[in-house]
C-alpha cells in the first residue's frame, strides 16, 4: 500500500507538472488557431517558435496594438477625415446649396450607398480580369482607396442627413445608438462596427480583391444571392453607421454640454477612455477564447463586441478632433483645408506603403466565434 501510495502521489506530481507545461502551450495553441481563422495558415516552422516560445505571439500582438494606435489607426482616422470633409471643401458652396444640405446628402448616399452595393455583388470578378502581379497590386491598392471613399461618402451621408432631418438633440443619438446596436445584435454582425484604431487590415496577396459580406456570396453564387448579399450587407452597414452616430453625439453631448469639458479635453478624455478600453478588451480576449461555447461564452462575446465598438469610436474620435486642434491650425479656420487634405493624402500613402491599405476597406463582420474571436 504504501509503495502504490507513493507511486499515485508521484503520478499526480507528474500530471499536475505536466499540466502546468502544457496550459500555457494549449492557449499559444488556440491564439495560433484563432489568427489562422482570420489571417490564413501558417507555415508549421513558424507554428512551432510560437508554441516553444509562449509569449511571443503575444508580444507581437501587444506591438500590433500600438501599430495600430499610433500610426496605422490616425493615418484611417486621416483618410476618413479628407474624404468626409471632401464635400465641405469642393461641394458644399460650388455645388450644392450651403443654406440647404438635402441635395448633399442624398447625393452622398446615393454615390455611397450605389458603389458599395456594386462591390458587393461584383468584387468576385475583379481579379479575373488581372494576370500580372504588378497589375493586381496598383489596382488593388486603388481598389482599397475607390471603397473606402465610396463608404465614408455612404456614411457621411446618412450621419450628416440624420442631424439635418432629425437635429442634434440628445433624443436622437440616443435612439440611433439603441436601434443600432439592437439591430447589430440581431443579425451578429456587431464586429462590423470595430476597425482602427482597434484593428487593422493587412493586404492580403492571396485575396486581393476581398469584400467580406454578410452571406459570404462566393463567385461561384448565383446572381440572385449575391443581389440579396448586397441589400443585406448594406443594411448591416446602415446600422453601424447609427450605432457609432449614437456613441459619438452622445460622447460629445455629454463631455461637452453636460460635464463642462473643452473640446480639447473631450477630445483627450474619447482618446484615453477609447486606448483603456481597447486596452481591456486586449487583456480579455484570451481568457474569452479559452471558454468552453455556451450561452455563456455567447453573452459575453456579444459584450465583448459591444465594448471593441465603444473602444473603436471613442478612440476615432479622440484621433479625429485632435488632428482638426494640432495639426496645422488656425484661428480663422476649424479645421484648416491645409490640415484635412495634407494629413489625408499622408496617411493614405502611409497605409499603402505600409501593407495596410485593405484597413480603408469596411467589410461586414459577423459574430460568429468559429470565424475568430480576437481583435486583430
Known amino acids: ?173 440616443s435612439l440611433t445608438l439603441v436601434i443600432g446596436m439592437i439591430s447589430l445584435i440581431v443579425l451578429r454582425s456587431v464586429k462590423t462596427g470595430i476597425c482602427a484604431p482597434v484593428g487593422i487590415s493587412i493586404d492580403d496577396p492571396r485575396n486581393t480583391f476581398h469584400c467580406g459580406t454578410y452571406l459570404e456570396s462566393s463567385p461561384e453564387s448565383s446572381f440572385r444571392r449575391k443581389l440579396v448579399d448586397g441589400i443585406l450587407s448594406r443594411f448591416v452597414k446602415l446600422n453601424a453607421i447609427l450605432f457609432w452616430h449614437g456613441i459619438w453625439n452622445l460622447s460629445s453631448i455629454l463631455t461637452e454640454e453636460y460635464w463642462g469639458l473643452s473640446t480639447v479635453q473631450s477630445a483627450w478624455f474619447s482618446l484615453g477612455s477609447g486606448f483603456g478600453a481597447a486596452l481591456s478588451l486586449f487583456i480579455c480576449q484570451y481568457g474569452l477564447l479559452r471558454l468552453e461555447k455556451g450561452l455563456v461564452f455567447n453573452l459575453l462575446f456579444i459584450g465583448f463586441n459591444i465594448i471593441g465598438v465603444f473602444a473603436t469610436v471613442s478612440s476615432f474620435r479622440g484621433v479625429w478632433y485632435l488632428l482638426d486642434i494640432y495639426f496645422l491650425p488656425d484661428d480663422n479656420t476649424f479645421p484648416t483645408p491645409s490640415s484635412i487634405v495634407i494629413a489625408g493624402v499622408i496617411g493614405t500613402l502611409l497605409l499603402l506603403l505600409l501593407g495596410c491599405g485593405s484597413s480603408l476597406r469596411a467589410p461586414i463582420v459577423r459574430d460568429i466565434p468559429t470565424q475568430g474571436v480576437l481583435i486583430h
Open 1 to 173: 500500500m504504501g509503495n502504490m501510495s507513493k507511486n499515485v502521489n508521484t503520478e499526480c506530481e507528474s500530471s499536475k507538472l505536466n499540466g502546468d507545461f502544457m496550459e500555457p502551450e494549449m492557449k499559444t495553441s488556440k491564439i495560433v488557431e484563432d489568427f489562422e481563422i482570420q489571417n490564413g495558415d501558417l507555415t508549421t516552422e513558424i507554428k512551432e517558435t510560437l508554441k516553444k516560445k509562449n509569449f511571443l505571439l503575444i508580444f507581437l500582438y501587444s506591438v500590433d496594438l500600438l501599430f495600430c494606435f499610433l500610426i496605422s489607426g490616425p493615418c484611417v482616422v486621416a483618410f476618413w477625415r479628407l474624404v468626409w470633409n471632401f464635400h465641405d471643401l469642393f461641394l458644399d458652396g460650388p455645388v450644392f446649396d450651403r443654406d440647404n444640405l438635402t441635395f448633399s446628402n442624398l447625393w452622398a448616399i446615393f454615390v455611397g450607398l450605389g458603389g458599395t452595393f456594386l462591390i458587393d455583388i461584383f468584387h468576385h470578378n475583379f481579379a479575373t480580369f488581372l494576370q500580372k502581379p504588378f497589375q493586381l497590386s496598383m489596382v488593388s491598392k486603388t481598389y482599397s482607396v475607390l471603397w473606402g471613399f465610396l463608404d465614408v461618402t455612404y456614411w457621411k451621408g446618412v450621419w450628416d442627413g440624420i442631424n439635418l432631418w432629425f437635429g442634434t438633440e440628445i433624443q436622437v443619438p
